[in-house]
């Protein structure tokens, strides 16, 4: 299974991006019972943290810092999870890594770096 990130860039304060998370690899499915679909931000000197969750039945969860600004988003015939993230903010400045939790096991994109200037 491999999950391909994309979308990353450098933009203004106030401005949007949207990742995407494309998985391939055999018949994984990323809308298969069981699988949460998260992104994750590591800034500079800090740990990597949970930013946002989807479930498989299209629920959400956000930490308080992206709420109302970020939204998480699965396309299943393309197998693809989105990032939407608007009103960035230069605290959103970080490498961001997608990841698939399923029975089959963990699994996680490269990253894409996200810069945004004040």
Request: net charge neutral.
């Amino acid at each position: 299974v491999q999950l391909q990130a994309s979308g990353g860039g450098l933009v203004q304060a106030g401005g949007s991006l949207r990742l995407s998370c494309a998985a391939s690899g055999g018949t994984f499915s990323m809308d298969a019972v069981g699988n949460i679909v998260g992104w994750y931000r590591q800034a500079p000197g800090k740990s990597r943290e949970l930013v946002a969750t989807i479930f498989e039945d299209g629920s959400t969860n956000y930490i308080d810092a992206v709420k109302g600004r970020f939204t998480l988003s699965k396309d299943n015939a393309k197998n693809t999870a989105y990032l939407q993230m608007n009103s960035l903010k230069p605290e959103d400045t970080a490498v961001y890594y997608c990841n698939v939790l399923s029975f089959s096991g963990n699994y996680w994109g490269q990253g894409t770096q996200v810069t945004v200037s004040s």
